[in-house]
T-cell receptor, first 112, second 112 residues
Framework: GENVEQHPSTLSVQEGDSAVIKCTYS??????FPWYKQELGKRPQLIID?????GEKKDQRIAVTLNKTAKHFSLHITETQPEDSAVYFC???????????FGTGTKLQVIP | EAQVTQNPRYLITVTGKKLTVTCSQN?????MSWYRQDPGLGLRQIYY???????DKGDVPEGYKVSRKEKRNFPLILESPSPNQTSLYFC???????????FGPGTRLTVT
């Protein structure tokens, strides 16, 4: 079945630095790649997504890049702030099975 | 207000005592899912539903049942809960497989 690998599992950065989280997927038919942010004690919420017909998408300090050939996509957060501290999940649909697979999550800590 | 609701939010029960966790959405979404979240394992899909009366197994369906008699409701049933089902459960809904998922607030279940 679909395997979505997410790295790193934990990431600590100084405030103002950049953070990068990477996910690889195995289903070449996957066509939608979202990133969710989960703050402590809260539900996951979408922060950015990308479809397979584009290579990059930006929204202020966050961006997602997609490399379909290599089957990986990455979340980039620039100028990190303490409120960026959270767990981030990537996901990919398994188109033939109508299922969704999530990565195992990255706990990001932004140190003031 | 567009939302996904779950009840109860917290539940402590004993092995073998049947329970139901309700999920409801008011966004007319067709696709609904149940996930369990465990440390280090991310979000794993238990069951999903493409539409009314259409449900199928996710990656970890053992010990769970679901139904989708109405578009807005997608209850999760544990007919004979066991301690390994102690987890944080999220219901989610979306317009389709490759669309933004909206999560409920979560249900913290403890089975003793």
């Amino acid at each position: 079945g679909e395997n979505v690998e997410q790295h790193p599992s934990t990431l600590s950065v100084q405030e103002g630095d950049s953070a990068v989280i990477k996910c690889t997927y195995s289903d070449s038919a996957s066509n939608y790649f979202p990133w969710y942010k989960q703050e402590l004690g809260k539900r996951p919420q979408l922060i950015i997504d990308i479809r397979s017909n584009v290579g990059e998408k930006k929204d202020q300090r966050i961006a997602v890049t997609l490399n379909k050939t290599a089957k990986h996509f990455s979340l980039h957060i620039t100028e990190t702030q303490p409120e960026d501290s959270a767990v981030y999940f990537c996901a990919a649909p398994r188109v033939g099975y109508q299922k969704v697979t999530f990565g195992t999550g990255t706990k990001l800590q932004v140190i003031p | 207000e567009a939302q996904v609701t779950q009840n109860p939010r917290y539940l402590i029960t004993v092995t073998g005592k049947k329970l139901t966790v309700t999920c409801s959405q008011n966004m007319n979404h067709e696709y609904m899912s149940w996930y369990r979240q465990d440390p280090g394992l991310g979000l794993r899909q238990i069951y999903y539903s493409m539409n009314v009366e259409v449900t199928d197994k996710g990656d970890v369906p053992e010990g769970y049942k679901v139904s989708r008699k109405e578009k807005r409701n997608f209850p999760l049933i544990l007919e004979s809960p066991s301690p390994n089902q102690t987890s944080l459960y999220f219901c989610a809904s979306s317009l389709g497989l490759a669309k933004t998922q909206y999560f409920g607030p979560g249900t913290r279940l403890t089975v003793t």
